[in-house]
């Protein structure tokens, strides 16, 4: 009986551990090790942020869906990774601290053979003195219970205008080095979209800051929208939108301090700036969540299974190269460890090669590129083809060695993804951007120039857009909680 | 020289890839045509895409100087959105209005690969704001409104006039909308002996308006499919309408089999 160990529950670790458990049945074992009690649908979020949802719509406890899948769940955070066992024992296991409240504090070591890292990231909101929603001045939707206090303040702001105050919201990325820009843009036009709504929408000024290049990056390099007939780059309709809306917009911005209504900023150009708020959401960086590795002996091999920013490293080529010489191919495939190969890591926690934006430092070498976004679909498919090819060595098809031959391998320079961004929930009105975009990851050397097959790489303005958004939510909130039928929902 | 390329051409429409290789002599005899175009042609400002190359280069008179911007991006704005009436040498014969920031914060890389910064200010901002967009792969009447932007195409022809102005299955869904609206007022008469047979024929009427209903997914499919480079992701939006009607139908249906037990 082998033993699939699964840290964490997210999209990627969730995905990962049903379909193993699903495959595998009950002859083999799988565990789950997440701190949180309960599954998020992230991306609906921000419907919680603008209080179109409530935090249990977007919701459910693991533990009931986990005992009817027959994967044995623990509530508890991982604290350090021991691949090669301890001292009289060659077997390799994790040690946990449950945050279960009936065993809090208590700590385990939980033995595998199999070892899948899916802890995703840590929400790192200490690299920028001031942000976050928890001692700091800004707010946060990457959580439920972030974007829950996100709109109490939300809601508050409008009654406070509806008085005839103006308020001042100010949305974005709170340092230079962040991801996840389209979770920004999408709150941003939610906020404008239910600003209208209340009637409030003259008494607000709505401001974009990012740390893209151009107003569009979205942190990969821009992609391409059919648009009155033609393709255009997303700079130019991220452009028209904002300046459509009325939102006016700083990109190329490293925030540097935020303090009680205002924060600190600097340009690519080097310049400082700064600017006032009444409402801030922004988002942080993530960084890997400090898991600690060590060897037989216990000496600590953390910087031998991590790289320095917490994220594992994968079979990608990690040798630090210039821009122009990036290739598709430093992409992981087998998201493999590459010295404890029963060791794999998915979703966010697995280390990105490079950037997937070009590269840019502030005239003051402050570097201000967004990172590569591994979330959302991408995360749940390498989820499941981790699992798959976990399945298959436990089936002895083929053994750990032969994975990088014969393992099912899911690269982001060969995987597409969609995403929605809505304005508001209406299913009769609104215009949603809907994205699809091949390779994630730019091929230069397959598609030269943008990098990327201009034949799937498109987007629309439409209300099909929230339709999706409505489908996509309740249909993977119906997936994660393995109701009838959920092996058929792709990822 | 280079051709200096004008609309319709659908080399114009390509979207310029980042300069990545810095060493590629390739770049040097872009440049070098992009000078004697603008020389010839008297620019002030020249993308590469306007003589066919999909590379993003501008060529921009700075001080009587010709600056070479690779990659160029507006990472920042100043001031006001302006009105511009502009005209371009893509476009011969057009004047369009559009909006504009007053002043653009620019970085770019030079031949070396240096990044480089440049805050344009008045006509300067405006000719660069173009040229950027047209390294985007937008133009002028991309910044219309949808109203403005129809209007345009009518007179100076659409793109190479290979994407309709107007769908057939637009139409349809005008008719079928036509049709349930006088469905639904009919309902309301209903009792009048003029309108009652909108009860006798209730199944009829359901056929019919499900039949339309089909016809138009099926269309629409085939529309979307044809004119693939015109519109994209309509797959959800044709089966989404097509439910919306077919929940209208279903409405329709089970009010004037109510209508009808109640009257009886």
Redesign the interface.
């Known amino acids: 009986m082998a033993r699939i160990v699964v840290l964490g529950a997210g999209v990627s670790g969730h995905t990962a551990a049903t379909f193993a458990k699903h495959w595998l049945g009950d002859k083999h074992e799988v565990v789950v090790v997440s701190p949180n009690s309960k599954w998020n649908w992230i991306p609906s979020n921000i419907w919680v942020g603008v209080g179109e949802m409530t935090p249990e719509d977007v919701v459910f406890e693991l533990a009931p869906v986990y005992q009817k899948a027959g994967i044995d769940f623990r509530q508890a955070k991982a604290v350090s990774i021991h691949p090669e066992g301890k001292e009289g024992s060659d077997r390799p296991f994790v040690t946990i601290e449950y945050t279960d409240p009936n065993k809090k504090g208590e700590t385990e070591e939980v033995e595998y053979d199999y070892l899948i890292n899916a802890t995703g990231p840590k929400l790192n909101f200490a690299a920028t003195p001031g942000l976050g929603p928890d001692g700091g001045h800004s707010l946060s939707v990457c959580t439920y219970g972030h974007a829950a206090e996100a709109n109490t303040h939300f809601q508050n702001a409008i009654e406070r205008m509806k008085k005839g105050e103006k308020v001042k919201f100010l949305i974005g990325t709170g340092h230079g080095m962040c991801t996840c820009q389209g979770a920004a843009f999408e709150y941003i036009f939610n906020i404008e979209h239910e600003l209208r709504e209340a009637g409030v929408r003259d008494k607000a000024e709505i401001k974009w800051i990012s740390n893209e ?3 569009g990056d979205f942190g990969v ?2 992609l ?1 929208i ?8 997303s ?2 309709l991220a452009e ?1 939108l904002f ?1 459509e809306r009325g939102v006016d917009w ?3 911005a490293h925030v540097k301090e935020v303090q009680k209504g205002k924060l600190q900023y600097e ?3 080097g310049t400082e700036g700064e600017e006032t708020f009444d409402f801030a959401m922004l988002i942080p960086p993530f960084s890997g969540v400090g898991l600690k590795a060590y060897d037989k002996a216990g000496n600590d091999i953390t910087d031998k299974v991590f790289m320095p920013n917490g994220f594992m490293k994968v079979d990608a080529d990690y040798t630090p190269k210039p ?2 010489e990036w290739k598709a191919s430093d992409w992981p495939k087998y998201y493999q460890n590459p010295d404890y190969l029963n060791m794999f890591a998915v979703g966010i926690a697995f280390a990105p090669p490079h950037p997937i934006s ?1 590269p ?2 502030s ?1 003051n070498g402050t570097p201000i590129t967004p990172a590569p976004p591994r979330t959302g679909m991408p995360s749940g498919i390498i989820g499941k083809t981790v699992a798959q090819t976990i399945t298959e060595v436990i089936e002895g098809k083929y053994s750990l060695e032969e994975v990088k031959e014969k393992g099912h391998h899911a690269s982001m320079a060969e995987m597409g993804a969609a995403c929605v961004a809505s304005t508001g929930k209406s299913l009769m009105n609104g215009s949603a951007v ?1 994205l ?1 975009v091949y390779p994630v990851v730019p091929d ?1 050397d397959k598609f ?4 990327r097959d ?1 034949n799937y790489t ?3 303005i ?3 857009g929230h ?2 958004k409505h ?1 996509l939510h309740y249909m993977f909130m119906w997936k994660a909680q393995l109701k009838p039928g959920w092996t058929l929902i792709p990822e | 020289m280079a051709e200096l390329l004008t609309y319709p051409d659908q080399r114009l429409l390509q979207i310029s890839g980042l300069i990545r290789h810095f060493d590629d002599p390739g770049i040097d005899e872009v440049i070098k045509q992009m000078r004697e175009t603008m020389q010839e042609h008297n620019l002030k400002a020249l993308s590469a895409i306007q003589i066919g190359y999909p590379y993003r280069i501008i060529l921009f008179k700075k001080n009587g100087n010709i600056e070479v911007m690779i990659n160029p991006v507006i990472y920042g704005k100043e001031g006001q959105r302006i009105k511009s009436l502009e005209s371009d040498e893509s476009l011969p014969g057009a004047e369009l209005e559009v909006e504009r920031f007053e002043v653009v914060k620019i970085m770019y890389q030079d031949r070396e690969g240096k990044d480089k910064f440049f805050t344009a200010k008045g006509e300067d901002s405006i000719i660069l704001q173009r040229k950027i967009d047209m390294v985007f792969g937008g133009y002028l009447f991309d910044k219309l409104s949808k109203k403005e932007q129809k209007r345009f195409f009518k007179e100076y022809g659409n793109y190479g006039d290979t994407c309709p102005t107007s769908f057939v299955k637009d139409k349809i869904l005008t008719a079928l909308r036509i049709f349930l609206v006088l469905h639904f007022l009919l309902l309301l008469f209903s009792w009048t002996k003029f309108a009652s047979f909108v009860l006798n024929y209730n199944t009829a009427l359901f056929g019919i308006e499900l039949i339309w209903i089909i016809i138009y997914a099926l269309y629409a499919k085939y529309e979307t499919t044809k004119y693939k480079n015109c519109t994209s992701c309509q797959g959800a939006n044709v089966f989404g309408t097509s439910a919306l009607y077919g929940a209208v139908t279903l409405l329709l249906f089970g009010g004037s089999w109510l209508l009808k037990s109640f009257l009886q």
């Open positions: 290049q151009f107003l390099a821009g391409h059919k648009w009155g007939g033609h393709i255009v780059s700079k130019v028209s300046a700083i990109t190329g340009l690519l150009d821009f122009e070009k840019a430092k005239v809907a699809t230069y030269p120039g943008t990098g201009p498109f987007g629309e439409g209300l099909a339709w999706i489908i």
